[in-house]
């Protein structure tokens, strides 16, 4: 049994590699890592991303106490970020309710080439990422402020 846990793994660390060769961006482990301890421990409230170099790497873990105006201060005035975020809330029937937001963040100040290198690996990286239920684009802190959220999220 361990032979095989062995080789599956190897499997899954070979066919990851091919994966990210294909789509010429790598994603870091840590950045699924972080995201699974986000999804399934909550230990953050968010995850700030960004591309570094050939990769995608994280940037920054909000704790879990963290607001949404600390999510926002995060995020760089003139550079792309890609962000997931773990927004609660409470329906109208008066239930908790938590969704995971997947935010690519495109400022209109950001250089075009970098605008460019963040919309044409967004997909790919998003599909590592298991478990995402919202996706915003904004290009402005007005395009996802927290009403615009809790619109999103209900």
Not at 28 to 55: M, P, S, T, W
Request: charged share 30%.
């Amino acid at each position: 049994m361990m032979e095989d846990e062995r080789l599956s793994r190897h499997f899954f660390l070979i066919a990851g590699k091919m994966a990210n060769a294909a789509s010429g961006m790598a994603v870091e482990d840590e950045c699924k890592f972080r995201f699974l301890e986000l999804k399934a421990k909550r230990i953050y409230r968010y995850i700030v991303f960004k591309i570094d170099g050939q990769q995608v790497v994280v940037e920054k873990l909000g704790g879990a106490g963290d607001s949404y105006d600390d999510f926002m201060a995060s995020l760089p005035a003139d550079e792309c970020r890609y962000a997931v975020y773990d927004f609660d809330f409470t329906t109208d029937e008066n239930c908790q309710k938590s969704k995971i937001f997947f935010i690519a963040w495109s400022p209109d100040s950001s250089k075009v080439r970098m605008k460019m290198v963040y919309a044409s690996s967004k997909d790919r990286f998003k599909r590592e990422l298991d478990g995402i239920q919202v996706e915003l684009q904004a290009t402005d802190p007005s395009e996802m402020s927290l009403d615009i959220v809790k619109a999103r999220a209900i």
